[in-house]
């Protein structure tokens, strides 16, 4: 039975690209749990995505498997809100940050106090929040514009980089495997996180616990290179390879 169900809903999601936990749950007569073991057993064969409260289909050789940032922003706000209140005991005077197009970077940046500050980042959204603040010097990586990821690419980073030396990089992602590797679902996403975490003296990355034990297309590295998370994972959310790099929210 349940490697029948596993087949059909991988035949499912061929079709419809999205598969949601209660609607399968529905079709097949069986507990949500038991979709949420199917979908968790099918992502660690890497079929498939899996996401709160859903599925995604994953498309082979296609560098972009994400959801824009205005269907991201709606997806746990309020402890995102949180993380990145959290996140600015981390930032200090005359610090130089560099920030991510993350939509929990978009909170941390609409926390920051008006303070003497150089913020780096590829974030449009950020970019606005940011203007508003005449103590902080912003820095944007420019480029051309992903409208769906509201984020910049620009082949010249290394460049901009070079006479930039950043204290801090703060970065979110699409997921963090039980061996402890960090995904993301957009290569050119994925690069801008890989070089700034080269680049850049410490690192955090903010997570909320939908992220835990996912996978997704591209990989950005092995959580070794971050120096601290901030997540709202409880004690029984978390991987054993994360726990002692770990801040509750």
Sequence with gaps: MKSTRQQDILALISQQEILKVDELAAWFQVSKETIRRDFNSLQDRGLLIRQHGRAKNIRRGVPDNGDSFNERVKSHLYSKADIAEQALTWIDEDMVIALDASTTCWYLAKKLPDIPLTVFTNSVRVCHELEKKSRITLISSGGTLQRKYACYN??????????????????SCEGIDSEGM?????????????ILLHKATQSLLLMDKSKLGRKSTVKIGPLTQVERIISDAGDSRIVPVLAHKLFQG
């Design 154 to 171: 620009n082949c010249s980073i290394f460049s901009l980089l070079k006479h930039l030396d950043i204290d801090l990089f703060i970065f």
């Design 182 to 194: 960090m995904w993301d679902s957009n290569a050119i996403n994925a690069e801008y996180k890989t």
